[in-house]
């Protein structure tokens, strides 16, 4: 039996545990848990105390009205406050459509109607050549984009080198410097 494998695992496994603590330091130990302990159940206490002081401060703070006044002055308020965000929607709407109009109306007008094939082609790459121009044109208005807009202003040129669009290009370009 002294060849047993399970006696000298557990002869190893006995030689490997850490010394018991000494008596005299786990009094102490045991002293300051319960001190740490008593520290966070007051201060756990004085938490919920103030959490339930503050509630009811708030609570009687709260305006107590009768509940009729109160919602025939709250429609009134409504009633004002639709008609007014009303009047601002039909404002929004009307300057949105002006401005769809004039962005709309310089390139009708610089765009002949197409007879022939050719024609028609040649009327699709001024689109898109000014189409590519309006963007470049609305980035500018942000000045961080200016590098975005003449981007937009190169491609224009090399894509469509022989359109109108190309010529704005190169003013655009000229005037921001690019």
């Known amino acids: 039996m002294e060849n047993d494998p399970l006696a000298e695992l ?29 520290v966070a159940r007051g ?15 708030w609570f009687r703070s709260l305006p107590v009205e009768n509940s009729k006044t109160t919602a025939s002055v709250d429609i009134a308020g409504l009633k004002r406050e639709f008609a007014r ?8 709407e009307r300057i949105a459509q002006q401005i769809i ?14 007879a022939d094939a050719n024609e028609a082609l040649s009327v699709q790459l001024e689109r898109s050549a000014l189409t590519l121009l309006n963007r470049g044109d609305s980035l ?27 010529a704005l290009a190169r003013e655009r370009l000229n005037q921001i410097g690019a």
């Not at 984009?145 to 090399?158: G, V």
Request: hydrophobic share 45%.
């Open 101 to 114: 109009t004039r962005e709309r109306s310089p390139l009708r007008s610089k765009i002949p109607d197409v």
């Open 43 to 57: 201060a756990l206490t004085a938490g919920l105390l103030l959490v339930v002081g503050g509630a009811s401060f």
């Open 85 to 92: 965000l009303n009047a601002d929607a039909e404002l929004h």
């Open 10 to 38: 557990l002869r190893n496994a006995d030689a490997v545990q850490p010394q018991p603590i000494a008596p005299g330091n786990l009094a102490a130990r045991v002293r300051r848990r319960v001190r740490r302990g008593r």
């Open 140 to 166: 500018l208005r942000d000045p961080s984009a200016k590098a975005e807009a003449a981007a937009s202003f190169r491609r224009i040129l090399e894509l469509f080198p022989q359109s109108r669009g190309a």
